[in-house]
């Protein structure tokens, strides 16, 4: 099994930046696809990126892309989330998930099977 366990949200004003980290314990990390979620007031989670095991196959919501950048550390069993050009609608719940099934090659948007908390972001404007 893997826990993860966010970090990184805040308060941050339209514009600015930031990078959620998301850390794994478990020893195959690097063999599973990451992705983060976010869940604003009154709406349903949603899929904001994803990376596959080596990092060759990344996906995002239209709504990011341009602006959101995931990636990975395998030695470091953690998955990043930059988030750039911050908009009041990003404003959510941010949680980092793992697919189980090892090694991947194309990004599911659905079907994950391990979360983490979740971390707030608060983007004002």
């Known amino acids: 099994q893997v826990q993860l366990v966010e970090s990184g949200g805040g308060l941050v004003q339209a514009g600015d930046s930031l990078r959620l980290s998301c850390a794994a314990s478990g020893r195959t990390f690097d063999r599973y696809t990451m992705a983060w979620f976010r869940q604003a007031p009154g709406k349903e989670r949603e899929f904001v990126a994803g990376i596959n095991w080596s990092g060759s196959s990344v996906s995002y919501a239209d709504s990011v892309k341009g602006r959101f950048t995931i990636s990975r550390d395998n030695a470091k069993k953690t998955v990043y989330l930059q988030m750039n050009s911050l908009k009041a609608e990003d404003t959510a719940v941010y949680f980092c998930?793992?697919?189980?099934?090892?090694?991947?090659?194309?990004?599911?948007?659905?079907?994950?099977?391990?979360w983490g908390q979740g971390t707030q972001v608060t983007v004002s404007s």
């Open positions: 998930a793992a697919d189980l099934t090892p090694w991947r090659t194309v990004v599911p948007s659905a079907g994950y099977d391990a």
